[in-house]
């Protein structure tokens, strides 16, 4: 297994909108345990596939408090969502340290497929509701600051680029 390289908002790849997954082989499995690794490692709850410049509807996802449940979710859709609505402090390991309310259903029925291509369906509402939905946005080409205010989602922006910024002239430093 290795890390994967997560890219960062503002990044242009992030809007890609990615497509259904075909092919379930040895390359999807190896994909999914390096997705794992890597949210866990980053630490997050969840990872799209068009985080890690993969464009391809796949989502691993955790939020249990010991780490220990991993849900895969190939080509997933929303079935129904509950007109009820809640606001969660949500962040993304794709923005890194911003963290903004964002309004969702409340809960969603979702079918995917699982690492071997077999279907199922989950109810979920909760942490694992948002993330479903946060996670499902990544793969239509959405980041969460698109749902906040365009000055909160420029002033994110701008932070972003400064520290991208940053970190080149660091690197440029350190190899001096």
């Not at 010991?66 to 606001?87: C, H, M, T, Y």
Request: glycine share 6%.
């Amino acid at each position: 297994m290795s890390l994967l390289n997560i890219l960062r908002y503002p990044d242009a790849r992030l809007h890609k909108i990615a497509k259904p997954v075909t092919v379930f082989d040895t390359r999807l499995k190896k994909l999914i345990a390096d997705m794992a690794e890597t949210m866990y490692e980053a630490p997050g709850v969840g990872l799209a596939a068009s985080q890690v410049d993969v464009h391809e509807q796949l989502m691993v996802i955790d939020t249990s408090d010991a780490g220990n449940d991993l849900r895969v979710f190939i080509n997933p859709q929303i079935l129904w969502a509950s007109e009820e609505k809640q606001i969660y402090d949500e962040g993304c390991l794709s923005v890194p340290g911003v963290y903004d309310g964002v309004e969702r259903p409340a809960r969603v029925k979702v079918r995917a497929l699982d690492a071997d291509g077999n279907p199922f369906e989950v109810d979920a509402d909760g942490l694992l509701a948002v993330c479903i939905q946060h996670e499902m946005d990544h793969l239509m080409g959405k980041v969460f600051v698109e749902y906040l205010s365009p000055l909160k989602r420029n002033r994110i922006k701008a932070k972003m680029l400064k520290e991208e910024r940053e970190q080149k002239r660091d690197k440029q430093y350190a190899t001096r």
